[in-house]
């Protein structure tokens, strides 16, 4: 299962470097350019992530539902953190949440809170995947016997 989960977050990775080169190309169209930017460069790191983990990943000492936690929190803290640029870049929104990328770009309240709730909801999940990721890379107990 973990080299599985491990190949996903390979095709993952190389597919994310596909999207964020074509999202390159329409930058200039969306509602705050400068917004767009945001999410282009964060889907090129979160591809080299999903890369380095899907490498990483086999190596992993979890049960099956700590792996298939980790895993489905690292993907979705990394696509709401990318959907949530992506939307307020779209939208012409995000100042009250991304104020530096976003600049003067506000939208309406609905769009604001809807930002809010995708881009915070990013950053517990992320942690409690690293954590478990973190506790996965502990030195097994029949290896710590042999060193």
Known sequence: MLSRQGHRLLQL??????????????????????????PYSLMALLGVLFIAMGLLWPKLHLVIAASRLAFWLLIYSGFAIVAAYLLGAIWGAGNSTMPLAAGSAHG??????????VAYSSAPTGIVSF?????????????????
Do not use: C, M, T, Y
């Open 13 to 38: 990775g190389v597919a994310l470097f596909l999207v964020s080169s074509f999202e390159g190309f329409v930058i200039s169209g969306f509602a705050a350019p400068r917004l767009g930017f945001s």
């Open 108 to 117: 309406s309240n609905f769009q604001e809170a809807i930002l809010k709730i």
């Open 131 to 147: 954590a478990l990721i973190l506790w996965g890379l502990r030195i097994g107990d029949a290896e710590s016997q042999h060193n």
